[in-house]
């Protein structure tokens, strides 16, 4: 798994999400100010891929199935509207999912993206963004924030039963 943080520039995130489908490797796109940090991604990557080997997704593709475990939500819908790209978003978490071999730096500069990694470190508005609230990260602290988000990916498995 390949990500990198990009900014959106003066693209229009409709063409961004018309150009994606038409590339060689398989992407997900994400807004990445509600994506806690590159661990977030890595788990929810590795969580649909075992589900898509289990035969228990929930998902068609591979890369609405990334969707769903990042936003930590059992629906799809609600799935897509808290990970998913939006008009106004500036910010864009890029996966590269396949080919092994793919160069995500290629990937960028073909969808006219400048990468910026400091777009998907983890703080505490993006958790807030994510869906925790002021007394769960209060509890554990912010340092400790990606954790609580990353039991949520994990957790998404369960909700999906």
């Given at each position: 798994?390949?990500?990198?943080?990009?900014?959106?520039?003066?693209?229009?995130?409709?063409?961004?999400?018309k150009l994606a489908p038409s590339l060689d490797e398989e992407v997900v796109l994400m807004d990445a100010d509600v994506v806690c940090g590159v661990d977030h991604i890595g788990s929810a990557v590795s969580h649909a891929r075992r589900a898509f080997?289990?035969?228990?997704?929930?998902?068609?593709?591979?890369?609405?199935?990334?969707?769903?475990?990042?936003?930590?939500?059992?629906?799809?819908?609600?799935?897509?509207k808290k990970m998913g790209l939006h008009q106004g978003t500036k910010h864009i978490a890029v996966i590269v999912l396949s080919p092994e071999d793919a160069e995500?730096?290629?990937?960028?500069?073909?969808?006219?993206?400048?990468?910026?990694?400091?777009?998907?470190e983890c703080?505490?508005?993006?958790?807030k963004a994510f869906g925790l609230g002021d007394p769960e990260i209060a509890a554990i602290g912010a340092e400790r924030m990606q954790e609580l988000v990353l039991e949520k990916v994990a957790f998404v498995e369960l909700l999906k039963h």
């Open positions: 798994m390949r990500c990198a943080g990009a900014l959106l520039g003066k693209k229009d995130v409709n063409d961004l999400l080997e289990r035969k228990s997704n929930a998902a068609n593709t591979l890369g609405m199935e990334v969707i769903l475990y990042a936003s930590g939500e059992r629906q799809i819908s609600k799935a897509k995500v730096d290629d990937v960028l500069k073909r969808l006219g993206l400048d990468r910026d990694d400091s777009l998907l703080t505490p508005e993006k958790g």
